[in-house]
């Protein structure tokens, strides 16, 4: 077959294309793309340069004469001295002296004489040995910044380049290299000016730039592999003042997914926003350097009480919504009118009965989280003090035979959390579930232990507590309730998906490498939509009817709602936007089966075998090489 294809390269792919003409006609897939690209003018036009190449290789060809050019050139001064050339004469020399045929003479002597190569005029012998090497680098400026941070050493005035920005000119090029020493910029030498000075010869420098270096000795391209950090504080290098190149820095939000393609500072690494934040990297503060200045903040920080934290039975007391709604205090026949609508309020489809939805559940929960948000001025979006600044992430696909995430839904009261909730279980109950709360109150007619409730007595529910068990709880007109972990896990044990709507400060409290959470947070749509579609909508009162939203309920599920995002948004691996109810329930679908059967960016420590390890990390295929440049930069020369 090897032999056949020298003689005849096209033949062959003549008969391939015949065999898969015959392969399409008889329908065998992936057969037209092939007779496609076997098809192609370019492939054959290879080929064509392939089987000539070979017959060269075999006639090996010797030139008849190696000055092609030469000879042309006598033969019209033959023809100039002539005066009275013939016809053809004259039209020899138009032709010979044409450039098109000259230069494919000169070519052709090229070949001849297999003169590849240009000779480099001979090195001086009176060089000193110790002469250091000089690389002249030239880069044309166009819009983009050069992508060069500089430095200056205070004792000897040498100037030299800091860090070059991944994906930027500099690096692009490959020519200037972390610790280079800068000579010349455009003729001008730089050694002993002021960094600033420099930056301003290259600002204002247009067109091509002509640097002189002399290369830093050690070079070593270390291969770094990215790793991805989802951000946990806001930053702006616009507000910092520590950052050697404001230019070159990079701002993120909370919540943002980085791949930092550079550490090998250990105070400013090289970063860039997912997905795909375009292709130049920018600077970011280190871990290290975010915790000290997260240190620094804090300590200046006045001290502030957080109310939020009482005892329970005075933060309950308060967050009677009978007090909260200016009515006196609940007598025995209201208690009545709400042990009716809380058994009215049970829901049961197809026989599976939908657990966590009973009214005084979720009075506990809406009051409490109302009552927690007035009370405490302190537990602001902005308190982030001390947390983590990165946190390092991996792709993570559920294996089919693993338990399936768990579901938390977030959203300010009202927003339509419940309502989203209830209608996913009811259109698929085995699939679908919410645990079953544990309460302390007394159970009722038609009740089951385990169905609407785990009714517990009031020391085993505070056993429960001590020992950790519960993701939240409180009370509520003296009885108490909860979700415990035990009810969270039940339903996972039965291969259902556990969707559980909880506070949101409970997040951090169930982000384990045992539930690998995915949280979904339900937002209001713009004010006037949301006045617009909650015209029939009603919100959970402590009597015997629900009331319909006022201004002011509109107003304050607007102000929780970003309230919690600013504050939680970090956490959040989806956000909706419930207008139509209708279409957001098939969205919350849609993202249910992505969190489930899609990879997704989890923190790598819930990837780590139990018992530490190495986390191998997905690869999205992009590698640097980068090397250590020391030192802080005083200028940069990031524009
Ligand atoms: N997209 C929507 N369009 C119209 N009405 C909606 C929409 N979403 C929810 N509602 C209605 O708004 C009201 C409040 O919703 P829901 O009870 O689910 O709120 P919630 O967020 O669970 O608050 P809470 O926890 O305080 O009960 C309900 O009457 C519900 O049917």
């Not at 800068?182 to 000016?193: A, H, I, K, R, W």
């Not at 009215?344 to 948000?373: E, H, M, P």
Request: hydrophobic share 35%.
């Amino acid at each position: 077959m090897r032999k056949k294809m020298e003689v005849d390269v096209s033949e062959v792919l003549s008969s391939v294309v015949e065999d898969v003409a015959e392969a399409v006609s008889r329908n065998i897939s992936g057969a037209e793309l092939l007779q496609e690209l076997l098809n192609a003018s370019w492939l054959r036009a290879l080929l064509k340069i392939y089987e000539c190449l070979l017959q060269f290789q075999r006639q090996s060809p010797s030139p008849v004469l190696p000055y092609a050019s030469g000879l042309s050139c006598e033969i019209m001064t033959t023809i100039q001295r002539d005066n009275h050339p013939s016809a053809e004469a004259r039209e020899l020399f138009n032709l010979l002296s044409s450039p098109h045929i000259q230069a494919l003479l000169s070519s052709h002597d090229s070949v001849a004489q297999s003169d590849y190569l240009p000779v480099l005029p001979p090195l001086p012998d009176d060089l000193p040995d110790d002469e250091e090497a000089m690389r002249i680098v030239c880069l044309v400026k166009n819009n983009q910044p050069l992508g060069a941070t500089i430095r200056r050493d205070e004792e000897t005035g040498d100037i030299f380049i800091a860090r070059v920005i991944h994906g930027g000119l500099a690096d692009r090029s490959g020519l200037l290299h972390p610790g280079d020493l800068l000579v010349e910029v455009n003729g001008s030498p730089v050694v002993g000016l002021e960094p600033e000075r420099v930056i301003q010869i290259l600002t204002n420098s247009t067109g091509t730039i002509l640097f002189k270096v002399i290369p830093h000795p050690a070079q070593v391209n270390s291969d770094q592999k990215p790793v991805y950090m989802r951000a946990m504080v806001d930053y702006c290098p616009q507000q910092d003042s520590s950052i050697p190149c404001p230019d070159a820095g990079m701002t993120f939000s909370r919540g943002d997914l980085l791949e930092v393609v550079d550490q090998s500072d250990s105070q400013w690494w090289q970063a860039r926003k997912l997905p795909r934040g375009g292709a130049c990297a920018g600077l970011i503060p280190s871990a290290s350097m975010l915790k000290s200045k997260q240190r620094e903040n804090w300590w200046c920080q006045p001290l502030q009480v957080h109310t939020c934290i009482r005892p329970l039975s005075v933060a309950e007391n308060e967050d009677d919504p009978t007090n909260a709604d200016g009515k006196h205090v609940i007598t025995d026949m209201e208690n009545i009118k709400e042990l009716n609508f809380d058994e009215a309020d049970s829901d049961v489809t197809d026989g599976i009965y939908l657990a966590g939805f009973r009214r005084s559940f979720r009075l506990w929960r809406r009051t409490s989280y109302r009552k927690r948000r007035q009370s405490c001025t302190s537990c602001s979006p902005n308190i982030n003090a001390l947390s983590t600044p990165y946190e390092e992430v991996a792709l993570y696909q559920r294996p089919p035979q693993e338990n399936h995430r768990l579901i938390i839904i977030i959203g300010a009261s009202g927003v339509g959390v419940n309502e989203l909730r209830k209608r996913l279980i009811k259109l698929n109950p085995s699939t679908f579930q919410g645990p079953v709360p544990h309460t302390t109150r007394p159970i009722r007619d038609g009740e089951q232990n385990g169905r609407e409730y785990h009714f517990v007595t009031k020391e085993l529910f505070e056993y429960m507590v001590c020992n950790h068990r519960f993701v939240e709880y409180g009370e509520n007109k003296g009885q108490l309730y909860g979700t415990s972990i035990d009810a969270i896990d039940e339903v996972l044990k039965r291969g259902r998906m556990c969707i559980i709507d909880v506070e949101p400060h409970c997040i951090q409290l169930l982000r384990t490498r045992k539930l690998k959470p995915f949280v979904i947070f339900i937002k209001p749509p713009n004010p006037e939509r949301l006045r617009q579609t909650r015209r029939s909508a009603s919100i959970i009162t402590n009597y015997a009817i629900n009331r319909a939203l006022t201004e002011d309920d509109y107003l304050e599920l607007e102000d929780a709602s970003q309230m919690m995002e600013a504050k939680y948004k970090q956490f959040f691996d989806s956000v909706l936007v419930n207008d139509d109810l209708q279409d957001t329930c098939i969205q919350l679908c849609s993202v249910l089966q992505q969190a489930q059967n899609e990879a997704q960016w989890v923190p790598v420590s819930w990837l780590r075998p139990e018992g530490g390890g190495e986390v191998r990390r997905v690869s999205l295929g992009h590698f640097v090489s980068y090397q250590r440049d020391g030192g802080q930069s005083p200028g940069s020369v990031g524009k």
